[in-house]
């Protein structure tokens, strides 16, 4: 399968985050996508570097004031205190329930909370040229598949990762989303109907609330229960679309722990649910952290399962974008997500 990488992904390189009160290394770490493009190269795939320019695309995804802020996040961060430039910013405020979004601050740090849904997304120098280089993936793959060359599928073995990062705002890892990046191209070149299926362990909030309200862009998600799982505040199974977007969203919230047999059912109603929906053009979040050996999430699917996700969706016959999105044992995620690329290109 072709493959879309960029070297630029090692630009985002983060020292640290905060987990559970604790200071840790990043799990979402640079040899993440390493460990894809080796297995990829060594089992044959075609590896290719993004061509095509996703700014136009990202201006219909992300808002302007967003898309702002972050192109120039690490400048004005250095601009606010000398020796930034040896240290991380983290949000320590955000405009919650009764305080107003609509004024952005001129502080850094509150600008920071105001584009924030957490405090888990690290910038460093090269954040943005990272996020900017897959989505520029995501559109370069969606070119390839409306191009007329015949080419069914394409992956995107990039990082950082996309599905929690909104119109205006970033999260759990997320800046971009890549996803909803690769959806609206397509639907910008020809694609009448556009189905997102987002595997990661943890639910997709951020591309959901970009289509909510959209009848052309289906969104399904298989995700942990957010009632004990992040990302907690979205991803219940009563979230179903509103006004024209009603109907247009399906989550499959799974309890911490599930078994394989509990979510390939699950990836059944899905798939299910996508043929129902007619879809010209198919966008897969692949998160693989639904590994057993994933250090922060709970599912139990081993890497021989892993094919038969990809086998599962070849069988709704549509062009596919496979986006990489989590997966944080980093040494397995290779062969995870060569094993998807292998199960849907077997005959």
Known sequence: MITFFSPQHLLHAPAYEFFRGERVPCFESPARADFVHKELVARGHEIRTPSVDSSAVLQQVHTPRYLAFLASAWEQWLAVEAGNESRQPFPSVWPVRTLRSDVEPHNFTAKLGL?????????????????????????????LLTSGQGVKAAFCATRPPGHHAGADFMGGYCFLNH??????????????????????????????????????????????????????????ADETGEGVGHGFNLNLPLSAGSSKQTWFEALTVACAKISHFRADALVVSLGLDTFAGDPISTFALQSHDYDGLGAQLKRLDLPTVFILEGGYAARELGVNAANV???????
């Not at 690290?122 to 897959?134: E, H, I, Q, R, Y």
């Not at 009448?192 to 591309?207: E, K, Q, W």
């Not at 690329?341 to 005959?347: C, R, T």
């Open 179 to 236: 996803a909803a990046v690769a959806a609206q191209a397509l639907r910008n070149q020809g694609c009448t109907r556009v189905a997102i299926l987002d595997v990661d362990y943890h639910h997709g909030n951020g591309t959901q609330s970009i289509f909510y309200d959209r009848a052309d862009v289906l969104f399904v998600s298989i995700h942990g229960d957010p009632l004990t799982e992040y990302p907690f505040y979205l991803g219940h």
């Open 115 to 143: 584009y924030s849904m957490d405090n888990g997304s690290p910038l460093v120098a090269g954040t943005w040229a990272a996020a900017k280089a897959g989505a520029d993936a995501a559109a370069s793959a969606a070119a």
């Open 341 to 347: 690329l292998d199960g849907f290109e077997q005959d």
